[in-house]
């Protein structure tokens, strides 16, 4: 059983278009994550999200926006992509969300914008 | 803020033993984690350290001094299978959570 699954696994799309990335996880966590993963493979928190609060790094556009539609899903939706978005984007999660707790990562989407 | 230092690449031989040093400059601090990624992998947890001191793992180790923040990872005899990326990784009060930018272990035969 697949703890934290994503789709899809690769995704190419041209400039100006909006995609959505899915994640699941099935470990009973209260908090998920989502991370981009550049090309020198700088892993940089975009949002954390439980139940209660959404966490999100200011250095993010407002062009991503996280979505859950219950606890076990945690989507990304891009719009207008741009050149610069494409990367690897992991989805996490974790049992209670504080910072010293196990994240479990995803296996990746790698996202490429022509 | 927080930033993190590591060396950007380690190489070493099978069987030998590595050492992978991580700094870190935070506004608040409740530990450090490592994790390892193969290339084209997901990042996978390894450790973590909240107090100061050793923790063993197998044939991985990590220690901690909050007193002069810094961590090391502590890898013993390699395997080729070693051969990966290793971040060391900061939680704060928040739910912030920052990887640093990463060691590339090469490990040859």
């Known amino acids: 059983d697949t703890a934290v699954s994503q789709t899809p696994k690769y995704l190419v799309t041209q400039m100006g278009n909006d995609k959505s990335i899915k994640c699941e996880q099935n470990l009973g966590h209260d908090t998920m994550y989502w991370y981009k993963q550049d090309s020198k493979k700088f892993l940089k928190i975009m949002f954390s999200?439980?139940?209660?609060?959404?966490?999100i790094n200011e250095t993010v556009p407002n062009r991503f926006s996280p979505k859950s539609p219950d606890k076990a899903h945690l989507n990304l939706h891009i719009n207008s992509l741009e050149l610069g978005d494409s990367a690897v984007y992991f989805c996490a999660s974790s049992q209670a969300g504080g910072s010293t707790d196990t994240q479990y990562f995803g296996p990746g989407t790698r996202l490429t914008v022509l | 803020g927080q930033s993190l230092e590591q060396p950007s690449e380690v190489t070493a031989v099978e069987g030998a033993i590595v050492q992978i040093n991580c700094t870190y400059q935070t506004s608040g601090f409740y530990g450090l984690s490592w994790y390892q990624q193969h290339d084209g992998g997901a990042p996978t947890f390894l450790s973590y350290n909240a107090l100061d001191g050793l923790e063993e793992t197998g044939r991985f180790s990590s220690f901690l001094s909050r007193s002069d923040s810094y961590g090391y990872l502590l890898l013993q005899e390699l395997q080729m299978k070693d051969s990966a990326s290793y971040f060391c990784a900061v939680g704060d009060y928040g739910q912030n959570f920052v990887f640093g930018p990463g060691t590339r272990l090469s490990v040859l035969p």
């Open positions: 999200y439980n139940n209660k609060e959404l966490i």
